[in-house]
């Protein structure tokens, strides 16, 4: 199938409407335009598999990726959570075109092939991973932007924690979202925590869902803000607003926490 006629069927012709709809109302406001978000897991087998994948990801992958536009990328190893090892990779990008299409264009990119060989080339006896998933999300309208966590740049002490609100209908799902809109992630900055991203799946399984990241210096200080989260006078007040409250809006809680890998942009 041709690259045009791929773009105008399906699955991406449904994300390419969606989210350019919302990139128009998000510019033309006057506001930072909403970036979207792969976020891909690489299920791993303990041994070999973790290095190898490693090694693809910090000398290969990324470095390809930014040349591309795609930056920064965060990869994330699984700390607290099912199916370890498991490597997670962030890829922010504010062009939606060039994030569907990354994995066409690594195939001609040559310095990417030369890095990425034995990864890439692994014999079927000996894989470089079990399966790969990705997720494709576009970030809320009030949290439009990637934040990376100060201790970043200075590579410090950091955690993440990756939650996934699954809703058992669009319309709880959607007014989920409205809520964080309301007040959510500013109580979540007021009370201390490095709020990353809020996305809003488009594609990937057990839809309807929202995925939003969080960074902590260490698991003390996450325990201790969710405590005064949960006690924030701003919190309770919104958590009893007739809309939220009429029934349960989030069905089921994927909560991970997650540690940087040394090469993470993020």
């Avoid at 190893?77 to 990354?102: D, K, R, S, V």
């Avoid at 890439?120 to 999300?137: D, G, H, I």
């Avoid at 979540?188 to 309807?208: T, Y």
Wanted: with cysteine; hydrophobic share 45%.
């Amino acid at each position: 199938m041709r690259r045009r006629d791929f773009l105008s069927s399906g699955l991406a012709a449904s994300a390419l409407a969606l989210a350019g709809d919302a990139q128009t109302s998000a510019t033309a406001a006057g506001g930072k335009g909403r970036q979207y978000y792969a976020l891909r897991k690489y299920f791993l087998r303990q041994g070999p598999q973790v290095a190898l994948a490693e090694k693809y990801v910090a000398t290969a992958l990324i470095p390809a990726l930014n040349r591309m536009g795609i930056a920064p990328v965060g990869a994330f190893n699984l700390a607290i959570g099912p199916e370890t090892p498991t490597l997670y990779l962030l890829l922010p990008c504010e062009n939606l075109e060039t994030l569907l299409n990354a994995d066409l264009r690594l195939r001609t990119d040559q310095e990417f092939l030369a890095a990425a060989d034995a990864f890439w080339n692994a014999p079927a006896a000996s894989p470089a991973f079990e399966r790969v998933e990705s997720t494709l999300l576009i970030a809320f309208e009030g949290w439009p932007q990637l934040t990376v966590p100060p201790s970043t740049a200075t590579k410090g002490k950091r955690v993440f924690q990756l939650r996934t609100y699954e809703s058992a209908s669009d319309r709880d799902h959607v007014r989920k979202v409205q809520m964080f809109h309301a007040g959510e992630f500013e109580i979540f900055r007021k009370v201390g925590f490095w709020n990353v991203f809020f996305g809003d799946a488009l594609i990937g399984p057990r839809l309807p869902h929202l995925t939003y990241m969080l960074s902590f210096p260490d698991l003390n200080q996450m325990n201790d803000l969710w405590g005064a989260f949960h006690d924030d006078p701003d919190w309770k007040k919104l958590n009893t607003v007739a809309d939220y409250n009429f029934e349960p809006i989030v069905s089921s809680i994927t909560n991970l926490v997650l540690t940087p890998a040394a090469y993470s942009q993020i």
